[in-house]
C-alpha cells in the first residue's frame, strides 16, 4: 500500500474562489505529479516535479499552480476557480528505479 | 511520444469466465509498459508492468499481462472473472524523460464482469 495522501477528497466551492488541493508522500520519492481526469475517464498530466524547487508543466494546459518546496508536499492552487475547473484531480509519486507511479486517492472539485 | 491505445471503450464478462482488457503501444525504444485499476471514487492502483525479460508478467489479483513486440500490444488478461474485476482499466507508458517520467495513459476500459 502506497503511502500518498490527498486532501480534500471532495469540494464543492463557488466561482471565482481560491482553491488549494494537498497532497504529501511519506516514501521519500523525488518526482511527483499531478493528473487531470475528466469525466470521460482519461487522464491528463498537468504538473510534474523532480524534486525540492522543481516544477514543470505537463501536457495538458492548465492554469493551477504547483510548489514543491519540501520533498513530501506537493500542492495545487487554482487562484480562481471556474466552472471549467471541475474534474478530479490525482497526485502520484515515484522513483525512477521501479518506474511505476503510486496515486492517491483522488481530490474531487466542483465549481458551480 | 510515447503512447498507448486502448480500443474497447467496455468489455463485458462473465463470472467464471477468462477476461482480455487489449492494449497496444506506439513507442521509440524498448517500451515500459503498466496496467492499473481504478475502481469508483478512488486513485490509481498498480496491477502490473513490463520492463524487460519474461514477456508474460504476473501481477496483482490474479492478473497477468502478455508483451508481444511484433504485435506492439500489452493485453491484460485473467483466466477466471470475479464480480469484483469490475472496475476502469487504464494501460500506460513511460514517458521517455520529457516529462519527469510521467506515464502517458490510454482512454481506459471499463470492464463489468457479471454474475
Known amino acids: 500500500e502506497a503511502d500518498i495522501y490527498q486532501t480534500p477528497r471532495y469540494l464543492v466551492i463557488g466561482t471565482g474562489k481560491k482553491i488549494t488541493l494537498e497532497c504529501s508522500q511519506t516514501?521519500?520519492?523525488?518526482?511527483m505529479y499531478w493528473y487531470q481526469q475528466d469525466p470521460g475517464m482519461e487522464l491528463h498530466l498537468i504538473h510534474y516535479?523532480?524534486?525540492?524547487?522543481?516544477?514543470e508543466k505537463g501536457d495538458l494546459s492548465s492554469e493551477s499552480t504547483v510548489s514543491r518546496i519540501r520533498t513530501e508536499h506537493f500542492p495545487l492552487t487554482l487562484e480562481s476557480a471556474r466552472p471549467s475547473h471541475t474534474s478530479q484531480y490525482l497526485c502520484?509519486?515515484?522513483?525512477?528505479?521501479?518506474?511505476?507511479?503510486?496515486f492517491g486517492e483522488g481530490s474531487r472539485l466542483t465549481v458551480l | 511520444a510515447q503512447s498507448v491505445a486502448q480500443p474497447e471503450d467496455q468489455v463485458n464478462v462473465a463470472e467464471g469466465n477468462p477476461l482480455t482488457v487489449k492494449c497496444t503501444y506506439s513507442?521509440?525504444?524498448?517500451?515500459?509498459l503498466f496496467w492499473y485499476v481504478q475502481y469508483p471514487n478512488r486513485g490509481l492502483q498498480f496491477l502490473l508492468k513490463?520492463?524487460?525479460?519474461?514477456?508474460l508478467v504476473k501481477g496483482s489479483y490474479g492478473f497477468e499481462a502478455e508483451f508481444n513486440k511484433s504485435q506492439t500490444s500489452f493485453h491484460l488478461k485473467k483466466p477466471s472473472a470475479l464480480v469484483s474485476d469490475s472496475a476502469l482499466y487504464f494501460c500506460?507508458?513511460?514517458?521517455?524523460?520529457?516529462?519527469?517520467?510521467?506515464?502517458?495513459f490510454g482512454k481506459g476500459t471499463s470492464l463489468l464482469v457479471t454474475p
Open positions: 502520484a509519486s515515484s522513483t525512477r528505479n521501479t518506474g511505476e507511479l503510486f
Open positions: 516514501m521519500g520519492h523525488d518526482k
Open positions: 516535479s523532480y524534486g525540492v524547487n522543481s516544477t
Open positions: 513507442v521509440s525504444g524498448n517500451p515500459y
Open positions: 513490463y520492463i524487460t525479460g519474461d514477456n
Open positions: 500506460a507508458v513511460r514517458d521517455n524523460g520529457n516529462s519527469g517520467y510521467a506515464l502517458n
